[in-house]
C-alpha cells in the first residue's frame, strides 16, 4: 500500500472484540489516525455491538468473528479481545491474508507467539502489537535524552509498581466472579502480566533486549488464582541490569522507572504523566510530558503508516514476543 493522499482510500479497521479498552484508549484512534477508518465492529453480544457501532459512528457491527475477518470492506483487523483468544483470532486474520494489531500481552504464552509469528510470515502480512508506550510523546523524549547522554551510559534500572486489592477481587464469591484479568486461563497470569508487560516492553525499546530474566512470584493475599507479588532480576544485552517489584495487593499505590546512568539518573513512571526528572552534574531538570486523551492513537498511527508503506511501527509481533517470552521467564515458566 501506498500513501493516503489526496483522494486515496484510507485503511478500513474492523475491531474483534469492542470492550472497555476500545470506547477511549483505542477505538477513536482509528477513526481519528491520518489515513484510516473503523467501518466495523464485533463483539459475542450483538446489542453490545450494535450499541458500539450505534455510539462510535462506525457502519457495521457483527457478533461473529469470522464474519467481520472475511467482509471484503475490511482491509485490517485489531484484535482487541482477552488474551487467550490472541492466537486463534490473529491467525485466522493471518489466514484471511490481512495484517492484524494485537492487544497486549500478545498472547498467553511464547509458543503462542511464535506460532502467530510464523502464521502472519507465510501470509506475507505484518502483525503489531498495542503496546503503545513505544509511540508515547513522553517516552518518545525519554528515549531521546538517553541517547543525548543526559545521564551517561545508562548501568541500571529500577522498577516498581504497587497497588490496592481492587474491590471487584475482594469481593468475588467464586473463581467465575473474579475479573478476568486475575485468571490465567484467560489473561495468561495476573495483574504482573497484564502490567509489567508495559514496563517490560518500554525497557526493551529503551535499552534494547532483555537476554536474562529470573523472579520469583507469589500469591500473598489468596484472592485469586493468580500470582499477586513478583519480583525480578534483568540483565540486558547492552550490559544493564535490572531488578523489578510488582505488588498488587499494598496498601497504597506506587509507580517507579528509574533508570541510573555513570553521570547522572532519570525517573519517571510506566502508567503517569508526571514530568520526567533528570537529575546529573548539571543540576535536577522536570520535562512535563502529558499523554493523549486517546492514548493508543501515536501507535495506531504509525501502524497506518507502514501499512501506508510511509513508515515504520516499533511494535511488532517480533519484539512483543520477547517481551512475553521474559514474563514466562520471570514466573518460572520456562
Given at each position: 500500500?501506498?500513501?493516503?493522499?489526496?483522494?486515496e482510500?484510507?485503511?478500513?479497521?474492523?475491531?474483534?472484540?469492542?470492550?472497555?479498552v476500545?470506547?477511549?484508549?483505542?477505538?477513536?484512534?482509528?477513526?481519528?489516525a491520518?489515513?484510516?477508518?473503523?467501518?466495523?465492529?464485533?463483539?459475542?453480544?450483538?446489542?453490545?455491538?450494535?450499541?458500539?457501532?450505534?455510539?462510535?459512528?462506525?457502519?457495521?457491527?457483527?457478533d461473529?468473528?469470522e464474519?467481520?475477518?472475511?467482509?471484503?470492506q475490511?482491509?485490517?483487523?485489531?484484535?482487541?479481545?482477552?488474551?487467550?483468544?490472541?492466537?486463534?483470532?490473529?491467525?485466522?486474520?493471518?489466514?484471511?491474508?490481512?495484517?492484524?494489531?494485537?492487544e497486549?500481552?500478545?498472547?498467553?504464552?511464547?509458543?503462542?507467539?511464535?506460532?502467530m509469528?510464523?502464521?502472519?510470515?507465510?501470509?506475507?502480512?505484518?502483525?503489531?502489537?498495542a503496546?503503545?508506550r513505544?509511540?508515547?510523546?513522553?517516552?518518545l523524549l525519554?528515549?531521546?535524552?538517553?541517547?543525548?547522554?543526559a545521564i551517561?551510559?545508562?548501568?541500571?534500572v529500577?522498577?516498581?509498581?504497587?497497588?490496592p486489592?481492587?474491590?471487584?477481587?475482594?469481593?468475588?464469591?467464586?473463581?467465575?466472579a473474579?475479573?478476568?484479568?486475575?485468571?490465567?486461563e484467560i489473561?495468561?497470569?495476573?495483574?504482573?502480566?497484564?502490567?509489567a508487560?508495559?514496563?517490560?516492553d518500554?525497557?526493551?525499546?529503551?535499552?534494547?533486549?532483555i537476554?536474562?530474566?529470573?523472579g520469583v512470584?507469589?500469591n500473598?493475599?489468596?484472592?485469586?488464582p493468580?500470582?499477586?507479588t513478583?519480583?525480578?532480576?534483568?540483565?540486558?544485552?547492552?550490559g544493564v541490569?535490572?531488578?523489578g517489584?510488582?505488588?498488587?495487593?499494598?496498601e497504597?499505590?506506587?509507580?517507579?522507572?528509574?533508570?541510573?546512568?555513570d553521570?547522572g539518573?532519570?525517573r519517571?513512571?510506566?502508567f503517569?504523566?508526571?514530568?520526567?526528572?533528570?537529575?546529573?552534574?548539571?543540576?535536577r531538570?522536570?520535562?512535563p510530558?502529558?499523554?493523549?486523551?486517546?492514548?493508543?492513537?501515536?501507535?495506531?498511527?504509525?501502524?497506518?503508516?507502514?501499512?501506508h508503506?510511509?513508515?515504520?511501527?516499533?511494535?511488532?509481533?517480533?519484539?512483543?514476543?520477547r517481551?512475553?517470552r521474559?514474563?514466562?521467564?520471570?514466573l518460572?515458566?520456562?
Amino acid at each position: 500500500m501506498s500513501a493516503a493522499g489526496e483522494g486515496e482510500r484510507p485503511i478500513r479497521w474492523g475491531i474483534l472484540g469492542c470492550g472497555a479498552v476500545t470506547e477511549t484508549k483505542s477505538g477513536p484512534a482509528f477513526q481519528l489516525a491520518r489515513g484510516s477508518s473503523l467501518v466495523a465492529v464485533m463483539r459475542r453480544d450483538a446489542a453490545k455491538a450494535e450499541d458500539y457501532a450505534r455510539r462510535h459512528g462506525v457502519p457495521r457491527w457483527y457478533d461473529d468473528a469470522e464474519r467481520l475477518i472475511h467482509d471484503p470492506q475490511v482491509d485490517a483487523v485489531y484484535v482487541a479481545t482477552p488474551p487467550s483468544s490472541h492466537a486463534p483470532l490473529a491467525m485466522a486474520v493471518a489466514r484471511a491474508g490481512k495484517p492484524a494489531y494485537v492487544e497486549k500481552p500478545m498472547a498467553a504464552t511464547p509458543a503462542e507467539c511464535d506460532a502467530m509469528n510464523d502464521a502472519f510470515a507465510r501470509a506475507r502480512v505484518p502483525l503489531f502489537v498495542a503496546y503503545y508506550r513505544r509511540a508515547l510523546p513522553r517516552f518518545l523524549l525519554v528515549k531521546r535524552l538517553l541517547e543525548q547522554g543526559a545521564i551517561g551510559a545508562p548501568r541500571a534500572v529500577e522498577l516498581a509498581l504497587t497497588k490496592p486489592v481492587h474491590p471487584d477481587e475482594r469481593a468475588a464469591k467464586c473463581v467465575d466472579a473474579l475479573p478476568w484479568r486475575v485468571r490465567p486461563e484467560i489473561a495468561g497470569g495476573g495483574h504482573f502480566v497484564d502490567l509489567a508487560s508495559h514496563t517490560l516492553d518500554l525497557l526493551d525499546w529503551l535499552l534494547g533486549p532483555i537476554v536474562e530474566a529470573r523472579g520469583v512470584a507469589t500469591n500473598q493475599a489468596g484472592l485469586y488464582p493468580a500470582e499477586d507479588t513478583v519480583s525480578a532480576a534483568l540483565r540486558f544485552a547492552s550490559g544493564v541490569v535490572g531488578a523489578g517489584h510488582w505488588c498488587f495487593c499494598a496498601e497504597a499505590r506506587r509507580d517507579v522507572l528509574a533508570i541510573v546512568g555513570d553521570r547522572g539518573e532519570l525517573r519517571t513512571s510506566t502508567f503517569g504523566d508526571e514530568p520526567i526528572v533528570v537529575t546529573n552534574d548539571l543540576g535536577r531538570f522536570a520535562h512535563p510530558s502529558a499523554n493523549p486523551v486517546h492514548i493508543q492513537q501515536p501507535l495506531v498511527q504509525t501502524v497506518v503508516d507502514a501499512l501506508h508503506g510511509v513508515g515504520v511501527c516499533p511494535s511488532t509481533g517480533v519484539s512483543a514476543a520477547r517481551t512475553t517470552r521474559v514474563m514466562s521467564a520471570i514466573l518460572g515458566r520456562g
